[in-house]
Every structure is written in structure tokens, then in C-alpha cells.
């Protein structure tokens, strides 16, 4: 269990000092895939960085399996942090090295028996599917391929947790998927505990159980992703978790907005057809970003009831719950009626 | 005019050619070349001995490095400095008891290849320090998150992933050292310089001059080509396409 408490990082620079983490209690739990969502520059790298100790926090305490890092010597450090395996955006790995030699690099940091860390080569390599690459260098590999060498060796040392920092920024749409995957099935095969630091939505939904929203070096909101991401408290979260819902979606006062949420229901039913047909009430599609996969609909749509009509929504909500549909109900409340503010604009207000 | 005065040089060199035929075959250019390479050899060994731990400590105690400490890097920045702003001709002539005290004497390819040492080493400290700091940060990064100590990280990241940098810059110190070695002459030392200061120049003899020239010239060529085509035949990060081919082919 990684257990952030009252966490604080400050840097000193030139032009004086510059918060990157305030106040940040978190827990995460093992066997979790635990995403960190925030806009770049909100502070989710130093906090990654800040489970195996590469930033030292300057206020706080993170403790690892209830060891306080803060206490432990530099040699119990470096220990630790052959327990916490850590990937990049960039890669990292040596140029210098071909594939083999670098995932074999953790192993021979420590003692480690020679053969044993050559079978334990082979069988990360196999894992993620690049054995026939193994007198490859670097250079000669595409970008998710590269990210699979550092999975590997970050695996090396069989750590119950890896971190995840931002891995699947630089990768195209089929190399992120692939990456994914595998981050999945390195979890649920060898229950290792993840960590995900991305400004990807999608990132956070196709794999990660819990999710923290971060934004002007704060945690604004944590939970369990289907939660956050259904019905997000916070402003911030839903800047973005759904940005052009709360750029376009605007609702005029009187106004009753449903925010429903598709999460792999059928998608025979002509939802909204059978909405009028049945219960006799018009509504407006304001906004609608839906997916059909297998016959399955993911996603989320936004309608309104004229304020002349509100009278109608219980029916409406009637006819949801009958049919098993999630909603949430959209408040007047103050954040929501600044939809055009942008996103620059809400993170210097808050 | 120019020509003139061009004309006369190669009349002069024609007319001395025998002279350097004698020389040769007495074996005295021979022997000077000899002692050029031997002293270049020795100087650049010795110059790395004592400026590759020198430009780690500088790379490694940087406030950016990986254990920044102010102190040790300032002291050692500032007497590299002082070494490297002494012109070579001065600091040879300045530090003479340090090379009596080391090697006996004060004048000769010994003492020379000590002068030597003391003008190239703090600029090889400089070297391997801007190599070592080519080297990505997130590479040592990932080594310090796979729980690197500084130790592992300098022997097993930095130096192997700066080794083209680093040969780079071993060329360029041996090519500078070369052209040290030819001030030999002015504390009684031997070598290419030294033949074409004393038997070249103040014998007046022109073709011996350029005789020397043309060897040092040829031996820097080697050293240079050589060590590029070295450099690009080891880098990794060198995108060969028939390399990737056949890794593919092989797969």
C-alpha cells in the first residue's frame, strides 16, 4: 500500500519558490491500477516521483508497505526502489545496450546469479513479446516496442508496484493500445500494483480501477473510476474528464439537463424514440459523444427538458430507471453556469 | 611576389632534398616519429588517468549532477581553469621542478611528457565533463529508479552511454597533444618538432621542415579518420538501415 499523508513539494528557483504538490493525501491500494489524470504542469510528475523517493517531498510523509521514506537510509532506499519498478514517457533506456542487456540491467545492480538473470530475461521478454528482438538496439525499435523493453526491465526485479509516467504519451493509437494491454495483463497475472500518471482520458477509463483528478497541485477529486468519471464533483474533473461537454453543453436557467451515461448497455433500444413515444415528452439532444462497440453503447449524451416543461421530468426519470439507464441530473450550480470559461481560465481561479 | 617567394621555397626544398635522404637514412626521422608517437601515447594515457576522474567529480558534483556538492565542484573548477588558461609554452616552462621532481630531470622527452601532462589533463577534464553531460537525465533517472547507487550509475550509465562522445574527445585531445609535443625542442626534447627545429630551421634546412609537417599532418589524418570511423562502427544509437534489415530478416 503506497499511503500519501499531508504531502507537500516545494521548489526553489530563481524567481522564488514554486508549489508543485499541496497537501496531497492519497492511499493506494495493492492490486489497484490507480490513474493520476491532471493537465500538464499540475504537478502529477513530481508526484509519481515522489513514491520512490526520485523528488523528495518537502513537507509530509509517503510511506511505502509502512515504511516512511523520509526515514529510511539511502542504502534501504535504493532496496525499496528495486520494489517499485518505474516506466517513462521517454523510454529510458540505454542507447548503448541491445534489448537483452537492458532488461538484464536491474539485475545486475544487486546480487543476482548470472544464469537465473539470464532465464529471468528470457522469460520478461517473452512476457511482452519481443524475445526475437533481444540483440536489437534501441534505435532499431519502434516507440512501442521501446516502451515493452522498459516494461520488461522495469519488471526485472519483481516489483509489486509499477509507476507509470505519462508511458503512453509518445506512443500512436495502436502502440498505446498494445501498451495497455499489457499493463492489464501485468496486473491481473502478476498482481502488480500500477500507478498511471496521464492527461489522457482514455488512458484512465480502458484500464485503471481508482482515479485522483489533480490540478494546481492538488488532488480535487478520488474515487473509483466509474464514479469520478460518471458524475464528477469537482469543476476541474469535469474540465477534464468531459471538456467539450462543459464547453458546448451550456444550460439556460429553468432548464432541466440529463447527463446520461453509457457503460456497455445494448444498443438495440432506440433510446431516445422510445423516450417520446412512450412517455409523450420532446427533449433536446444538446450533446452526445457515444461509442458503438459489439453492439454496445459507451459514452455519454446530454438532453434537456424546456423549462416550460419541466413538469415532465419525473416521467422522464421514470422511464430511465425502468430502463436501467444511468443519469445524473445537472444543478444550476455556480461552476456550471461558467461554460465558456476555458480551461487556462479555471485553473488561475482556483 | 608571392610567387616569386613560393617559387624559391620549392628551390629550396629540391635542393635539400638530400639532405632529409641522409637523415632518413640514418634513421633519425624514423627515431623522431617514434618519439612523437611514444610521447602522444604516454601523455594522453597519463592526461586521462588523472582528467577522466577529474571531469566525473566536476560532471557528478554539479548542482544538476547526481550528488551536487558546491564545495568539491567549485575547488576543482577553478584549478582546471587555472591550468587551462596557462598558454602551454608558459606552464612548460613553469613547471619544470614538478617534472625534475617526478622524473629526475628537467629537460628531455620525460620531463616533456610530465608538461604534457599537466597542460592536457584539466582540458580532458573539461571534455569528459561536457561528454557525461550529453547523456539524457532520464536514462539516470531510470537507473536511479531500478535502485542505481551513484557508483553503478557512473560506471554502469554514464560512461557507457556517453562512449562516443568520449572517443570524440580523445580524438580532439590527442590532435591537441600532438601539437604540444612539438614545442619538445624548446626544453631539449626529441621528436618530429624537435627535427624540424633543429635541423630543419636552424640548419636552414626548408625540406626537412615540411617533412615534418607532412608526417604530422598524416599522423593526425590517421588519428582523426580512424577514430571517427571507430566511433560511428560502436554508436548504437546510429540508425543502420541494412543493420535493421537484417535484424528483421532474422526474426
Known sequence: ?350 | MNSTLLLSTFDKIIRDWPYVVELFQKGEIAAALGITVWMVLLSVTFSYVLGLPVGIILYVTDKTGIKPNVVVNKILGVIVNIFRSIPFIILMVAFLPVAKSLVGKSYGNAAMVVMLVIGAAPYVARMVESSLKEVDKGVIEAAQSLGANTFQIIVKVLLPEARPSLMIGAIISTVTVIGYTAMAATIGGAGLGALAITQGHLRGHQAVIWTAVVLIVLIVQLIQEGGMWLVKKTDRRVRNENKRNKAQKNK
Open chain 1, 1 to 350: 500500500m503506497i499511503e500519501f499523508v499531508d504531502v507537500g513539494k516545494t521548489f526553489q528557483s530563481v524567481s522564488g519558490p514554486i508549489v508543485a504538490l499541496r497537501n496531497v493525501n492519497l492511499t493506494i491500494g495493492d492490486g489497484e491500477i490507480f490513474g493520476i489524470i491532471g493537465l500538464s504542469g499540475a504537478g502529477k510528475s513530481t508526484l509519481v516521483r515522489c513514491i520512490n523517493f526520485l523528488e523528495e517531498p518537502t513537507e509530509g510523509r509517503v510511506i511505502v508497505d509502512g515504511e516512511d521514506l523520509g526515514q529510511v537510509g539511502p542504502k534501504r532506499l535504493r532496496q525499496i526502489r528495486r520494489n517499485i519498478g518505474m516506466i517513462f514517457q521517454s523510454f529510458n533506456l540505454l542507447e548503448q545496450r541491445n534489448v537483452f542487456d537492458n532488461v538484464k540491467f536491474p539485475l545486475t545492480l544487486g546480487r543476482f546469479d548470472r544464469k537465473a538473470a539470464d532465464a529471468r530475461v528470457e522469460e520478461l521478454l517473452t512476457l511482452v513479446g519481443l524475445w526475437d528482438r533481444r540483440k536489437s538496439y534501441p534505435s532499431q525499435l519502434s516507440g512501442g516496442q521501446k516502451q515493452r523493453v522498459a516494461i520488461a526491465r522495469a519488471l526485472a526485479t519483481n516489483p509489486k508496484y509499477l509507476l507509470c509516467d505519462e508511458a503512453t504519451s509518445a506512443l500512436d493509437p495502436v502502440a498505446t493500445e498494445s501498451v495497455l494491454s499489457l499493463l492489464r495483463h501485468i496486473n491481473e497475472t502478476l498482481g502488480v500494483t500500477i500507478v498511471v500518471i496521464t492527461h489522457e482520458m482514455h488512458v484512465i477509463e480502458k484500464i485503471c480501477t481508482s482515479v485522483a483528478v489533480i490540478a494546481d497541485s492538488e488532488i480535487k477529486e478520488v474515487g473509483k473510476v466509474a464514479d469520478v468519471f460518471s458524475d464528477p464533483k469537482t469543476r476541474t474533473a469535469k474540465e477534464l474528464i468531459m471538456p467539450d461537454l462543459v464547453r458546448y453543453a451550456g444550460k439556460k436557467p429553468g432548464e432541466i439537463q440529463f447527463r446520461l451515461l453509457f457503460n456497455g448497455e445494448s444498443s438495440d433500444m432506440p433510446l431516445i424514440s422510445a423516450l417520446a413515444l412512450e412517455t409523450g415528452v420532446a427533449v433536446n439532444i444538446v450533446y452526445a459523444d457515444t461509442k458503438n462497440v459489439d453492439g454496445k453503447v459507451f459514452g455519454r449524451m446530454v438532453i434537456t427538458l424546456p423549462a416550460e416543461k419541466a413538469e415532465n421530468a419525473d416521467k422522464v426519470t421514470a422511464f430511465f430507471d425502468e430502463n436501467h439507464i444511468k443519469y445524473v441530473i445537472e444543478t444550476d450550480d455556480e461552476d456550471q453556469s461558467a461554460d465558456d470559461t476555458t480551461i487556462a481560465e479555471v485553473a488561475d481561479d482556483e
